[in-house]
């Protein structure tokens, strides 16, 4: 089984910074991509961010363009995902999660698509 663990969540005011990162862990996975997704109470899981190892590529929700950057390392299947000028409707539970390599026509912003998730870190932007 593979484990996703993330951190560096927490309090932080309006304007801003987090970095998020995530690790995997267990048996030996090689990942297809791996993404960030949050859920804000009382709200559906959304896609944030996803990067595709191959070529790197990333792609990002419209609500975050600009103001978060995702970034990681294939080898060690780590994930971060650097967060400046929070907003208050940032405030969410974080999930990192990694897609494998599988025949798919589901996009990585879709949750669909990907096999593991971690539990999730809560980041709480004030005003």
């Known amino acids: 089984q593979v484990q996703l663990v993330e951190s560096g969540g927490g309090l932080v005011q309006a304007g801003g910074s987090l970095r998020l990162s995530c690790a995997a862990s267990?048996?030996?996975?090689?990942?297809?991509?791996m993404g960030w997704f949050r859920q804000a109470p009382g709200r559906e899981r959304e896609f944030v961010a996803a990067?595709?190892?191959?070529?790197?590529?990333?792609s990002y929700a419209d609500s975050v363009q600009g103001r978060f950057t995702i970034s990681g390392d294939y080898a060690k299947n780590t994930l971060y995902l650097q967060m400046n000028s929070l907003k208050p409707e940032d405030t969410a539970v974080y999930y990192c999660?990694?897609?494998?390599?599988?025949?798919?026509?589901?996009?990585?912003?879709?949750?669909?698509?990907?096999?593991?998730w971690g539990q999730g870190t809560q980041v709480t932007v004030s005003s």
């Open positions: 999660a990694a897609a494998g390599y599988r025949f798919s026509i589901v996009p990585i912003s879709r949750g669909e698509r990907y096999d593991y």
């Open positions: 267990g048996r030996t996975f090689s990942s297809y991509a």
């Open positions: 990067i595709r190892w191959s070529g790197g590529s990333a």
